[in-house]
């Protein structure tokens, strides 16, 4: 396994103290899996932190005391690392993070955790930027073992069935 960037373990130790999980999402959980062997600049994460009340302000006010700087998006949090200028996106909680997606998770080291394959292009077809295109179709290439009933279920629940079944089309895999 990768070593973990020492932003990310900072990051990992004051959610650890809100009682929150972070789960890795995004190229450098492709990357974990053997899927991607491209680099990444930045770690994407999504949070078990719910209350936004917390994420505004306690959260942002312990991240800028341990030396990020903190950004507002409308998926969460830009956070960059003052001293490595390493970004980490923070995801706020999405729809598919529930105790299905908790337990198909790996733990990875502390409160981080890696989603399952078919929880991975659920978060990628939220996002569905080229590269996530690219990523899905990697995924495919490589994994013949997918859980397509797991997949199909979590991708209706997401209401993202017409852009999977437009991608499955191209890439030739079943269909949901």
Request: net charge positive.
């Amino acid at each position: 396994m990768e070593e973990l960037p020492q932003p990310l373990i900072k990051l990992l130790e004051v959610l650890e103290r809100f009682g929150a999980k972070a789960y890795l999402i995004g190229a450098r959980a492709l990357i974990m899996y053997g899927v991607l062997s491209r680099t990444t600049k930045d770690v994407d994460i999504m949070i078990t932190i719910e209350d936004i009340r917390v994420l505004r302000d306690e959260l942002t006010k312990e991240l800028r005391k341990k030396g990020f700087n903190v950004q507002w998006r409308a998926w969460g949090l830009l956070v960059r690392d003052k001293e490595t200028g390493l970004e980490i996106d923070i995801n706020t909680p999405m729809l598919i993070l529930d105790e299905e997606f908790e337990r198909r998770s790996k733990a990875i080291a502390r409160n981080l955790y890696l989603p399952s394959l078919e929880d991975l292009i659920v978060t990628k077809l939220m996002s569905l930027e080229r590269k996530d295109y690219e990523d899905i179709k990697e995924i495919f290439k490589i994994y013949r073992k997918i859980d397509f009933e797991y997949l199909c279920r979590r991708i209706v629940q997401a209401n993202l069935k017409r852009e999977f079944n437009r991608i499955a089309g191209r890439l030739k895999v079943r269909k949901c």
